[in-house]
């Protein structure tokens, strides 16, 4: 019975730890465009929110992140990048336009001590990949579709 017990809290706290809400700020404001069937099935599917986790990050850690692609036109995209809460890290969201080439898409964020760059790629179980490079460091995350800010 122990055992039993032992298990069904187990079960309760994955469970609860699962649906914890993201700590990545988003802005009251997102507006996402359906893209215009001209674009891409391979862009055309990142369009939407995305959420996920950064690995990579000091003491094996992780980070909430979320992408919101709000528009997709041509070789561009515009798109809200947020990052939660870290230790190191501070919680921040900021609008920027991504460049599309080879279905990739990938922005730059002008810092103190050089540029982080960010590429995301719609993989074909429907999940994005995302790297973060900065200065030598990288980190990595597979976010999947959201409909909701978390």
């Known amino acids: 019975m122990n055992r039993l017990m032992l298990v069904a809290v187990a079960c309760l706290l994955i469970a609860g730890c699962a649906n914890q809400p993201s700590s990545a700020p988003l802005p009251a404001d997102l507006a996402i465009v359906n893209p215009d069937a001209s674009v891409p099935a391979d862009i055309r599917g990142s369009s939407g929110m995305w959420a996920g986790k950064w690995r990579g990050l000091a003491g094996g850690q992780q980070q909430d992140t979320m992408l919101v692609v ?3 036109a041509g070789n561009e995209a515009s798109v809200v990048y947020s990052q939660g809460a870290h230790v190191r890290f501070r919680s921040l969201h900021l609008r920027a336009t991504a460049k599309v080439e080879n ?23 429907g999940s ?4 973060m490079e900065y200065r ?6 597979t976010l999947k579709r959201t409909t909701n800010a978390l």
Request: neutral net charge; hydrophobic residues 40%; aromatic residues 12%.
């Open 70 to 72: 709000e528009r997709i």
């Open 128 to 131: 994005l990949d995302a790297k």
């Open 136 to 141: 030598g460091f990288k980190a990595v995350s």
């Open 103 to 125: 279905g990739v898409l990938t922005f730059s964020v002008p810092l103190k001590d050089g540029p982080a760059v960010y590429s995301y790629n719609l993989q074909g179980d």
